[in-house]
């Protein structure tokens, strides 16, 4: 089974730039990390940004696109996210996410449904001052 873990959060000023990383342990040849989720109390998980399984096709949500930057590295069985002019609403819990081959197949298409993902990580928390 793999394991999952952000890092990358803590408290920064509005308008700072973060680099989140997750980084997968365990087998991760069929479940390799490909999304970025954020929560609060308030709100439901929202999805942030995913990458196709196969190719190189990226997905973002309308509220970061522009701002948030997706990649990964293979090698190191890791996947970023750089966030740049972060705003208040952005304090979040901020999660990665890998899916099973046995609940998602297409794997050229971005999964961006948090309900598909199997695995999560503890997730890394991101407080905001001013």
């Known amino acids: 089974q793999v394991q999952l873990v952000e890092s990358g959060g803590g408290l920064a000023q509005a308008g700072a730039s973060l680099r989140l990383s997750c980084i997968a342990s365990?087998?991760?040849?069929?479940?390799?990390?490909t999304a970025w989720f954020r929560q609060t109390p308030e709100k439901e998980r929202e999805f942030l940004a995913a990458?196709?399984?196969?190719?190189?096709?990226?997905h973002y949500a309308d509220a970061v696109k522009g701002r948030f930057n997706n990649s990964k590295d293979y090698d190191k069985n890791t996947m970023f996210l750089e966030i740049n002019s972060l705003r208040p609403r952005g304090a979040a819990v901020y999660y990665c996410?890998?899916?099973?081959?046995?609940?998602?197949?297409?794997?050229?298409?971005?999964?961006?449904?948090?309900?598909?993902?199997?695995?999560w990580g503890p997730g890394t928390r991101v407080t905001v001052t001013s």
């Open positions: 990458v196709s399984w196969v190719g190189d096709s990226t």
């Open positions: 996410a890998a899916f099973s081959s046995d609940n998602y197949d297409n794997y050229q298409v971005p999964l961006i449904v948090a309900s598909g993902y199997e695995y």
């Open positions: 365990g087998p991760t040849a069929n479940n390799y990390p």
